[in-house]
């Protein structure tokens, strides 16, 4: 998550939360901990901002 969609929306709880559990599960190297953060992230993007997170390439 190095780009940041919410730029343009209000300040969100939620995401806030899920990046900061995706950096410390990164930081701690727990990749589920990684993986699972993006995955909510993105669910949570889609269903509250309307707003689609392209998959890593």
């Not at 969100?12 to 990046?19: Q, R, S």
């Not at 993986?35 to 997170?53: L, S």
Request: with cysteine; hydrophobic share 30%; proline share 5%.
């Amino acid at each position: 998550m190095s780009e940041n969609p919410t730029d343009r929306c209000e300040a969100c709880e939620v995401c806030e939360l899920l990046k900061a559990l995706e950096a410390a599960g990164r930081g701690s190297r727990d990749q589920s901990m990684e993986v699972d953060a993006r995955v909510r992230y993105r669910r949570h993007m889609g269903e509250t901002h309307r707003r689609e997170i392209p998959l890593p390439t």
